[in-house]
């Protein structure tokens, strides 16, 4: 399988986790930002990352794609056949791609994308209100149903949820300049559970690398 895009961006990262998870083997192709390859405008209506292309079929949007995936390579299940188990695995995903993505979207373009790979200043005033204002009462949110060590956010094994959720995390974190993570601690142990996993920690150990400042 191709997969398109890059796993600084948290929808390719989320999609990644899924193949490794799920032990599916895959080439990541990115070329530098706004040049597309043909094969990933044929695959990506939007020009947007991720799009896969899996043995000819080609789809966009990582949740598209989650939901693909587990139904075409069901071992393990990431989104629970069960009606509520399913239903909760699906608003957690909604909730990471939209209002988690919203607030860290602000830190990790105006402090990242825009100067280290548009040439560019950030707004860093936009990026600071989405980390002092925004993030906060997310954080306080997910503070309040975490599960405990070892647990997920959905019944009693790695869905969907927990893939989604974490994968934005990680551009909390690349981005972060004033969060105080002791202040939400179930949350970051949580976090820190998930993102441990094979299916998370060599992308993010590449992105870090990737980003590190020059000697
Ligand atoms: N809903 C889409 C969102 C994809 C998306 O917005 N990707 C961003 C990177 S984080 C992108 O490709 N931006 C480039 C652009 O908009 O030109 C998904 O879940 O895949």
């Given at each position: 399988m191709i997969i398109y895009g890059s796993t600084l961006s948290p929808f390719v990262r989320k999609v990644v986790a899924i193949c490794v998870e799920k032990e599916l083997p895959f080439n990541l192709e990115f070329g530098a930002l706004g040049n597309h390859s043909p094969g990933f405008i044929a695959a990506s209506p939007l020009k947007k990352m991720p799009a896969i292309d899996d043995n000819g079929f080609m789809l966009a949007d990582s949740s598209a794609i989650a939901h693909y995936l587990d139904a075409q390579?069901?071992?393990?299940?990431?989104?629970?056949?069960d009606p509520q188990l399913r239903g909760k695995t699906i608003w957690f995903d909604e909730f990471a791609d939209t209002v988690l993505m919203v607030c860290g979207g602000k830190m990790f373009f105006n402090r990242i994308v825009a100067p280290r790979f548009m040439g560019r200043e950030g707004d860093e005033a936009a990026a600071d209100a989405a980390e002092c204002e925004e993030l906060p009462p997310l954080l306080t949110y997910l503070e309040g149903l975490v599960p405990g060590p070892g647990g997920y956010l959905v019944g009693k094994s790695l869905t969907l949820a927990d893939i989604s959720v974490a994968s934005v995390f990680v551009n909390f974190r690349h981005a972060a300049?004033?969060?105080?993570?002791s202040r939400h601690p179930r949350t970051f142990a949580y976090i820190d559970s998930i993102l441990e996993r094979p299916s998370f920690a060599e992308s993010v150990r590449r992105e870090q690398a990737m980003l590190a400042p020059a000697e």
């Open positions: 390579y069901p071992v393990p299940q990431l989104i629970p056949s300049r004033s969060t105080d993570e």
